[in-house]
């Protein structure tokens, strides 16, 4: 008796991994239904209503300047990426950096924290002239333009991770006399890893849109060009489906770099903390 009991708590068990893979096996059918029927009413719709390719190009036509336009697509995506990942970097690294100086003193965090939300108020349309004509057209102010984009998620997230720390850890290490920085290094930086992971995740996408943004005003022209600036171009010439083609692939850019970002993120926290528990549970 005993030993069928064990048996059938045995299958219980196996059995939970098999439902859990095929919920999420079956999450992916409704979003893949719903993508083809809209690449359905998009390609047969336009014909239908009679809208000529140069309103609405239908995917087939998109696909197509994308073959024919594809050695400047893929110069202009790869140039997007580097001005997005070298404008990501420095706004993590000013970001983080940021927090932790105001978070280390509460003079600083009063005295510092207003102008980092007067510099996210200000519309970067607003100030994009000015950083061209700072530090030149180019792929220096596409990158600065990234960055500044970027940088506020950064440090409002780590800031706010960094006080939230637990009070009686900071007390405890009081205790045994660590200094400010052993306490930062030791209890408040491995506590605000989520929030710095949120960050992350919004800074990544903010990055793209920002060089996409920076190209519109700083971008140069020929082999130099991004996405940006190929999406002015086409759209001053009314090339529609390659136009098209190159919003498309800025936000297969985005997409893309948010994944990679997310993946980063859970093997920054680890199985250890709370939310990627969950997450896979």
Same mark, same amino acid.
């Given at each position: 008796?005993?030993?069928?009991?064990?048996? *059938?708590?045995?299958?219980?068990?196996?059995?939970?991994?098999?439902?859990?893979?095929?919920?999420?096996?079956? $999450?992916?059918?409704?979003?893949?239904?719903?993508?083809?029927?809209?690449?359905?009413?998009?390609?047969?719709?336009?014909?239908?209503?009679?809208?000529?390719?140069?309103?609405?190009?239908?995917?087939?036509? /998109?696909?197509?300047?994308?073959?024919?336009?594809?050695?400047?697509?893929?110069?202009?995506?790869?140039?997007?990426?580097?001005?997005?990942?070298?404008?990501?970097?420095?706004?993590?690294?000013?970001?983080?950096? *940021? $927090?932790?100086?105001?978070?280390?003193?509460?003079?600083?965090?009063?005295?510092?924290?207003?102008? $980092?939300?007067?510099?996210?108020?200000?519309?970067?349309?607003?100030?994009?002239?000015?950083?061209?004509?700072?530090?030149?057209? *180019?792929?220096?102010?596409?990158?600065?333009?990234?960055?500044?984009?970027?940088?506020?998620?950064?440090?409002?997230?780590?800031?706010?991770?960094?006080?939230?720390?637990?009070?009686?850890?900071?007390?405890?290490?009081?205790?045994? !006399?660590?200094?400010?920085?052993?306490?930062?290094?030791?209890?408040? /930086?491995?506590?605000?890893?989520?929030?710095?992971?949120?960050?992350?995740?919004?800074?990544?996408?903010?990055?793209?849109?920002? $060089?996409?943004?920076?190209?519109?005003?700083?971008?140069?022209?020929?082999?130099?060009? *991004?996405?940006? %600036?190929?999406?002015?171009?086409?759209?001053?010439?009314?090339?529609?489906? %390659?136009?098209?083609?190159?919003? /498309?692939?800025?936000?297969?850019?985005? /997409?893309?770099?948010?994944?990679?970002?997310?993946?980063?993120? !859970?093997?920054?926290?680890?199985?250890?903390?709370?939310?990627?528990?969950?997450?896979?549970?």
């Amino acid at each position: 008796m005993n030993q069928l009991q064990s048996e *059938g708590a045995i299958q219980k068990v196996s059995s939970k991994p098999m439902k859990k893979n095929n919920k999420q096996s079956n $999450a992916w059918i409704p979003p893949l239904v719903v993508f083809l029927l809209f690449i359905l009413c998009w390609q047969f719709g336009p014909p239908l209503l009679n809208i000529k390719s140069y309103l609405l190009p239908t995917p087939a036509d /998109i696909f197509q300047a994308s073959i024919e336009n594809w050695e400047n697509l893929k110069s202009s995506a790869i140039r997007t990426i580097s001005e997005s990942v070298f404008g990501f970097i420095l706004s993590v690294i000013g970001g983080v950096a *940021g $927090a932790i100086v105001m978070a280390s003193s509460k003079i600083l965090e009063r005295s510092l924290y207003p102008y $980092a939300i007067i510099l996210q108020t200000i519309p970067i349309v607003a100030i994009a002239p000015i950083i061209v004509i700072w530090f030149g057209s *180019g792929m220096n102010a596409i990158v600065i333009i990234a960055f500044t984009i970027g940088f506020f998620p950064m440090l409002s997230n780590t800031l706010i991770g960094l006080n939230a720390t637990d009070r009686g850890m900071i007390n405890l290490l009081h205790l045994y !006399k660590a200094s400010k920085w052993q306490i930062m290094w030791k209890v408040r /930086i491995p506590s605000a890893l989520p929030y710095i992971a949120a960050g992350l995740k919004i800074s990544c996408t903010l990055a793209v849109v920002g $060089a996409i943004v920076g190209e519109y005003i700083a971008g140069i022209g020929g082999g130099e060009g *991004g996405l940006g %600036y190929a999406i002015t171009v086409a759209s001053s010439r009314l090339e529609t489906p %390659y136009l098209f083609a190159c919003g /498309i692939s800025a936000s297969i850019l985005g /997409i893309v770099f948010f994944l990679l970002v997310q993946l980063f993120s !859970k093997w920054l926290l680890g199985s250890w903390h709370e939310s990627e528990m969950k997450n896979e549970n």
